[in-house]
């Protein structure tokens, strides 16, 4: 107890971000994190896409009965590769970029004035064009299947309304962003220096969590690139008319976080 006090004690907020930091557009460090970004957002939506639609190939009983009495990973794999992916690429790139993989922790981090504007744009405009780049790769290599069975793209099911599909989103995004700054915080770091704490692995869990929630009902945002990069290769009525930008949802967190 008395270390903990102490720790408390000795901890000071870092300072914000500023935010336009014109000399950090000359390091290098910036750009390599831009790439270490859309290098992990083009590997998300590669493997968890190409997921999706082994999934519906394999339980599409008009393809063959073989197939069809595997029934592939289910909703349970699905949401397992999209969790996997997180705990996998956030500990890869954690100590390059930050690990973010989603414009809407990105945009949460820069109203916590964790990362500069700048930062914050270039991160985004990488992570959209990492999504499109491995939404693209699936559509090259699966397709004969891709159009088919809807190229992963977020639409809502049948049964729901647009408003039950915002609200999923709204929760979602809310649940994923507020966990990321929850096992990033530095004071709670400090404070309990004693009990490791692996950030990816919440981080992961809570995208696992929320999409065994979301999936039934709009295949699961909470990732304004992942729905990006799905809706513009796939490219069809439905999943742009459908498609929930939810990267303002993140201001919700860094605030109730300062509570």
């Known amino acids: ?17 500023p935010l336009i930091d014109a000399e950090e557009l000359t390091k290098w460090s910036l750009y390599r994190a831009v790439i270490a970004e859309f290098v992990a957002t083009l590997l998300f939506l590669y493997i968890t896409v190409a997921t999706v639609i082994g999934y519906k190939h394999q339980s599409d009983p008009d393809v063959s009965a073989t197939d069809a009495a595997c029934s592939g990973v289910g909703i349970l794999g699905i949401a397992w590769a999209f969790g996997g992916m997180i705990f996998i690429l956030v500990y890869c790139t954690a100590g390059v970029s930050g690990g973010h993989i989603n414009p809407a922790v990105t945009f949460g981090l820069f109203l916590a ?35 088919r069975y809807g190229g992963g793209a977020n639409e809502l099911s049948d049964g729901y309304s647009k408003g039950t599909g915002l609200a999923a989103e709204i929760i979602g995004t809310f649940v994923l962003v507020y966990t990321v700054f929850s096992a990033t ?49 796939y490219n069809k009525e439905k999943a742009w008319d459908d498609h929930v930008s939810d990267a303002l949802l993140a201001s919700c967190s860094p605030l109730l976080h300062s509570i």
């Open 185 to 233: 915080d530095p004071k709670r770091n400090a404070r309990d220096s004693h009990v490791p704490v692996l950030a990816p692995l919440p981080i992961g869990f809570a995208v696992f969590m929320v999409h065994l929630a979301t999936i039934p009902i709009t295949g699961t945002g909470i990732n304004p690139a992942r729905s990006l990069g799905a809706a513009v290769i």
């Open 113 to 147: 004035r964790k990362v500069s504007l700048v930062r914050a744009v270039l991160y985004i405009i990488a992570q959209s064009l990492g999504a499109i780049c491995g939404v693209g790769l699936v559509k090259g290599f699966q397709s004969a299947y891709y159009v």
């Open 1 to 17: 107890m008395a270390k903990d006090i102490e720790a408390a004690a000795d901890y000071t907020d870092p300072p914000p971000a």
